[in-house]
T-cell receptor, first 112, second 115 residues
Framework: GEDVEQSLFLSVREGDSSVINCTYT??????LYWYKQEPGAGLQLLTY?????DMKQDQRLTVLLNKKDKHLSLRIADTQTGDSAIYFC????????????FGKGTRLSVIA | DTGVSQNPRHKITKRGQNVTFRCDPI?????LYWYRQTLGQGPEFLTY????????KSRLLSDRFSAERPKGSFSTLEIQRTEQGDSAMYLC?????????????FGSGTRLTVV
């Protein structure tokens, strides 16, 4: 079945760039997503990328997709303390009826 | 539009009791999803509805769990004879079926603690 793997922790200094990595197993994945979860809150959709794209940029966020290696990354430029949260990678298979499958999340800590 | 609303935010119950959670999706969204999130884990899919039809159920959804969406608007998730292992955050999300590629909108969740 589908599986999504992420490293559990990342610590960066304020102002540096953060790179959060994700690997997935379902080669038929058509859409991949990054969600952010702050303490005690639900998940907030940050961005998504379609599988025929290599890169997507949205303000401080850059998503890179290597479909051959099934590797997805999220780069946050000029990381701020407000970026401290858990970041989840999620993938969706090749059908619009397939629910999203999430990784375990990467906890990003930003040190002032 | 107030987003996806879940009630209650927190629920503490004794083992063996029944509990029911409610989710109000974004009004024009015809798809509604339930996920469960335990500590240190990502959300795990439980079930989803398109309008009032329950289209898919995960193996995680044991026969103690039942979900309904009777009029295709709000949904309820009931857990009967709760067990300590049911302690988790229960997340609801919604989307438009033809826009579900673009991701779901999640509510803030209901945190269940079974003592």
């Amino acid at each position: 079945g589908e599986d999504v793997e992420q490293s559990l922790f990342l610590s960066v200094r304020e102002g540096d760039s953060s790179v959060i990595n994700c690997t997935y197993t379902d080669s038929s994945s058509t859409y991949l997503y990054w969600y952010k979860q702050e303490p005690g809150a639900g998940l907030q959709l940050l961005t998504y990328i379609f599988s025929n794209m290599d890169m997507k940029q949205d303000q401080r966020l850059t998503v890179l997709l290597n479909k051959k290696d099934k590797h997805l990354s999220l780069r946050i430029a000029d990381t701020q303390t407000g970026d401290s949260a858990i970041y989840f990678c999620a993938e969706r298979g090749n059908s619009g009826n397939t629910p999203l499958v999430f990784g375990k999340g990467t906890r990003l800590s930003v040190i002032a | 539009d107030t987003g996806v609303s879940q009630n209650p935010r927190h629920k503490i119950t004794k083992r063996g009791q029944n509990v029911t959670f409610r989710c109000d999706p974004i009004s024009e969204h015809n798809r509604l999803y339930w996920y469960r999130q335990t500590l240190g884990q990502g959300p795990e899919f439980l079930t989803y509805f398109q309008n009032e039809a329950q289209l898919e159920k995960s193996r995680l959804l044991s026969d103690r769990f039942s979900a309904e969406r009777p009029k295709g608007s709000f949904s309820t998730l009931e857990i009967q004879r709760t067990e300590q292992g049911d302690s988790a955050m229960y997340l609801c999300a919604s989307s438009l079926a033809f826009k579900s590629d673009y991701g779901y909108t999640f509510g803030s969740g209901t945190r269940l603690t079974v003592v």
